[in-house]
DNA sequence: TCCATAATTCCAGTATGGTCGAAATATTCG
DNA sequence: CGAATATTTCGACCATACTGGAATTATGGA
């Protein structure tokens, strides 16, 4: 991924009403959400919530594909974990010591393939 | 690390000027590069980048220190792995599998603790 | 004290982004 | 076809952000 793209990224992902429906759709995995549900459950208008939604589709975050009446979107993991490698990259060669909490990080993730419960931060 | 916070961080990001800096910073280590420095290598005007520098820093990614004339600057890892926390945080429960491209990421970055050269993409 | 260097702050002008009401488009169903 | 639902697009207003020139503060040395 080059810095331009990154940039947009983040920034797109620099609005806290976008960064939560992101987040959302993240948590709904690939069978993503409907537009009118996700402004259901983040009480946000429907013109404003499009707008949001075709800015982080602009930058890549994630896609829809129509469903019936409903638009259903969902997050671009390929995206996000590009992202993600992006701002890990140069940790390394500058200061390998540093990226261990990152490894710490995902270990949790890792481990709660099938092993955790909702909501566990253990 | 809260939503707020983290979309403060974000949008710091957002911005391929500040997230060519906050790069610069991440591959210096806790060593830190002056501002001027900075400048001279991104050639940027002095103004621009001290507002830019001002951005990070209020979003909690970089700290600065005086060392004689000159500021230094370094980027902070704490606020770095929490704000890849808070990303990936949603990932496990909502689909464990998809995380599984970020081991991969960390474990190249893990490996190459002493082990790779500069500008390796293995 | 006076000067040079390092970095920041101040202050415009300009541009971009966010929000909301209202209208328009697309789809389903009777 | 006509009505209802789902979502987007349009248009305007307001707020915030970016840039760059000039002045200001802080440090170190003669």
């Known amino acids: ?7 947009a990224s ?6 806290e009403g976008r ?14 959400v409907a537009a009118g549900e996700i402004a259901r459950r983040l009480d946000s208008l ?8 075709n800015v ?11 469903e019936g009446r409903s ?5 671009d993991f390929t995206a996000m974990t590009g992202l993600l490698g992006f701002l890990m990259e140069d940790c390394c060669n500058g200061s390998p010591e540093i990226c261990a909490p990152l490894g710490g990080i995902v270990a949790r993730a890792a481990a ?8 566990a931060n253990a």
């Open 1 to 7: 991924m080059e810095s331009k793209a990154a940039a």
């Open 10 to 15: 983040l920034s797109a992902l620099g609005h």
């Open 19 to 32: 960064l939560t429906i992101f987040r959302l759709l993240v948590k709904a995995g690939p069978v993503g």
């Open 46 to 53: 429907p013109n404003t919530l499009s707008a949001n939604l």
């Open 56 to 66: 982080l589709s602009h930058a890549g975050l994630i896609t829809s594909r129509r």
């Open 71 to 75: 638009i259903i979107y969902s997050a």
């Open 112 to 119: 709660c393939d099938g092993a955790c419960l909702p909501n």
